[in-house]
């Protein structure tokens, strides 16, 4: 049976319940999704900053794991629902995202700077880990799995993915904290300490991070009620829909420091979020549950994963700054994997 078209039933205004309480359940989540991620993110930088941690590594840790959070929770529980696709294409999809669309929007609004650690250390193990998560999937390729699924990542990647984040999460602290150190030491200064209680930062913690968890639940209810209703794959809908919606933080994160002219933590939360995905939300869930692979992710989506990320370098470098130029380009490339991706569903 043909599945009806959603776009012609809107334009009819003959729209069912089913659809409308599955759109309704998808905004609301996503609305959800971005309070929560921005009181996470406000708690959280402040936090951080009572450490004495620099702009750029904030960006690549603390605001990266807090805008990542949506990812994490929309994963998991897609795999405890049974809904493997949503849980591998949210990622993919998430990552394709913070670079082609948040990058490029973030760069038409102002061209972003880029600062020497950002290609020199972030990038370099962006593409590391991008590239040993490919080759878990490789490693793990059986073509008798059976149905779609042809690989996995299983725990024992898990943990050596989590593993690497946290090792490479504490270098980059401990490298902030003495580098800030020593400045301050030189110019004589008293680091500067928070106006905000304690209190309220961890009660924006919290706030959000339950926030992060309800909207994920209802992000996920309507994705899959959705793509059941319209006949289209969950893995389709969890790299255009759910990615853009989980996708959101970041996108609000780095317009707002670009405005800001906090360039280095614009291009450290897109970075850091994008090494958060595919080491902790893909390592998490792993540890936790065997994360099914289709042929389609491996041969085509993780192409355009690396395809993307490399495209971006040669940006960095030159005139270490990202132009207004170059943003369109990037937004012509997710253009591109969103109408080949449809097409190809």
Known sequence: MKAPNLLLLIQKKNL???????????IVGIIILVIGG????????????????????????????????????????????????IAIGNVVGSNIANIALVLGVTAVIFPILVSRNSYRVDWPFMMLATFMVY??????????????????????????????LVGFSCF??????????????????????????VTKDVLFVVIGSVGLAGGAHLLVEGTVGLA???????????VTVVAFGTSLPELMTSVMAAFKRHSDLSVGNLLGSNVFNILGILGITAIFKEIPISELVLNIDMLWVMG??????????????????????LLALYCSYLYFTVVRS
Do not use: C
Request: net charge positive.
């Open 16 to 26: 069912p319940k089913k659809y409308k309480l599955n759109i309704v359940l998808i």
């Open 38 to 85: 921005e009181l996470l993110v406000r708690g959280a930088v402040t936090i951080a900053q009572r450490f004495h941690i620099s702009t750029l590594v904030v960006g690549m840790t603390v605001v990266a794991f807090g805008t990542s959070a949506p990812e994490l929770l929309v994963s998991l529980e897609a795999m405890f629902e049974g809904h493997p696709g």
């Open 135 to 164: 080759g878990f999937m490789w490693l793990n390729f059986d073509p008798e799995m059976g149905g779609e699924y042809v690989s996995s990542i299983n725990r024992m990647n898990g943990i050596i993915m989590v593993s690497l």
């Open 172 to 197: 980059l602290i401990w490298k902030s904290r003495k580098v800030t150190k020593a400045i301050h030491k030189e110019a004589k200064q008293e680091p500067k300490i928070p106006k905000s209680s």
């Open 228 to 238: 059941t209703v319209l006949g289209i794959s969950d893995y389709v809908i969890s």
């Open 308 to 329: 993307i990320s490399l495209v971006v370098f040669p940006m960095m470098i030159t005139r270490k700054k990202i132009s207004k130029v170059e943003g369109f380009i």
